[in-house]
């Protein structure tokens, strides 16, 4: 069993064996998303022209690849840093065991930066959805992995009715076809292979190709310089997830805006 798979395990079992109160955590989402701007992560990164990259600068604790990054991370200064940097939106890692996170970070990085945030996590049922968007996430990450195309549909029709975003997460040519056939607005190439954690910037030249030009894309992991960033916007690529990179940086305001190119000129 590969670690993808231990997750989406684990995860199955805590929801089968924990008592949810499922009306009350879609009530509070609702009820979060009654009076608030709608669909601000996409927002976020359609600002800007073609060679702008839109940063969305990531927390989390740790990883199964790169173990522990931030111990006990301070989320607000992080999450500050990040706007001071230009950051277009913040993406919070939330999966408790293996990543360390937590859903209490997602109001917490919204209220610091003022930015949009996206909850990520491996979400196999609705119920996910509503827990994220009731702790304050305005888009939640879908993984063309461990979801078929009627799931996505299902779950990406539950994000628009709340007003939210769903980034659908591909890594090779079944996923992104499972990922169109499900209708994903926001498709996510992800360079890091889940299963054995090697990273490849060209899956995301390659898999770019063949997104429609009706959908936003974003580019993640594996990006660390403004040379990354220059190669994946000659491939259509106009928004970039960017974690350990940056939160390895003593000044991860600085680290933001050399992704950006402000510092040099670009």
Do not use: C
Request: charged content about 30%.
């Amino acid at each position: 069993m590969n670690v993808l798979e231990r997750i989406v395990g684990e995860t199955r079992e805590e929801l089968r064996t924990t008592r949810l109160d499922r009306a009350g955590i879609e009530r509070r989402a609702r009820e979060r998303t009654a009076s608030s701007e709608k669909h601000r992560f996409r927002a976020a990164l359609e600002q800007g022209g073609e060679r702008d990259a839109r940063i969305i600068a990531e927390i989390k604790a740790a990883s199964p690849s790169a173990g522990t990054i931030v111990s006990g991370p301070d989320v607000e200064s992080i999450a500050a840093a990040y706007r001071d940097g230009g950051a277009a939106a913040i993406s919070v890692v939330t999966e408790p065991r293996h990543f360390k996170g937590t859903r209490d970070w997602l109001a917490r990085a919204a209220n610091a930066s003022g930015l949009p945030v996206i909850m990520k996590d491996f979400v196999v049922d609705p119920v996910q959805i509503f827990r994220g968007v009731a702790a304050g996430a305005d888009a939640v990450l879908l993984l063309a992995s461990i979801l078929d195309a009627s799931q996505l549909r299902d779950f990406i029709a539950i994000t628009d009715e709340l007003g939210r975003d769903a980034l659908v997460e591909v890594h090779d040519d079944r996923e992104l076809d499972v990922a169109i056939d499900g209708g994903a607005r926001l498709v996510g190439v992800n360079n890091r292979n889940l299963r054995d954690f090697s990273v490849d910037l060209g899956t995301s030249e390659r898999l770019g190709a063949r997104i429609p030009e009706s959908a936003l894309r974003v580019t993640e992991s594996g990006i660390h310089t403004r040379a990354d960033v220059e190669q994946l916007l000659r491939s259509g690529f106009r928004a970039f997830l960017v974690g350990e990179s940056l939160l390895r940086q003593a000044d991860r305001a600085a680290g933001v805006r050399r992704l950006r190119g402000v510092e040099t000129g670009a």
